[in-house]
């Protein structure tokens, strides 16, 4: 059994940066693809990106288009935890953030955004850009 928690969720305004950590409980968090979730209200959660495990010599990140150039994933294994750094923040990043643990260390970008890929799931923290 996996344990995720989220923290760093806050009120920022456009423009801004937010940090979003994910710590994981577990021996087996470096062979695990981690991802991040978002939900908006009144509507579906959506993947914003992912980051292999160690499986791959160097840990692969994906993302959505809607974040790409301006959110980056990063893991410390070590640490057990993945962040979010998020920059230029807009208001529609509005949402609850979710990270998210597959038990495989390899996937494609595919697989990384269905939420079904993962097992393990956090509570979510509430980020907020105002404008």
């Known amino acids: 059994q996996v344990q995720l928690v989220e923290s760093g969720g806050g009120l920022v305004q456009a423009g801004g940066s937010l940090r979003l950590s994910c710590a994981a409980s577990g021996r087996t968090f470096s062979t695990y693809t981690m991802g991040w979730f978002r939900q908006a209200p009144g509507k579906e959660r959506e993947f914003v990106g992912a980051?292999?495990?160690?499986?791959?010599?160097?840990?692969?990140?994906y993302y959505a288009d809607s974040v790409k150039g301006r959110f980056t994933i990063s893991r410390d294994n070590a640490k057990n935890t993945m962040y979010l750094q998020m920059n230029s923040l807009k208001p529609e990043d509005t949402a609850v953030y979710y990270c998210a643990a597959s038990t495989h260390s390899s996937i494609s970008y595919y697989q990384s955004s269905d939420q079904n890929s993962y097992t393990y799931w956090g509570q979510g923290t509430q980020v907020t850009v105002s404008s």
């Open positions: 980051i292999t495990g160690i499986a791959i010599i160097t840990p692969y990140a």
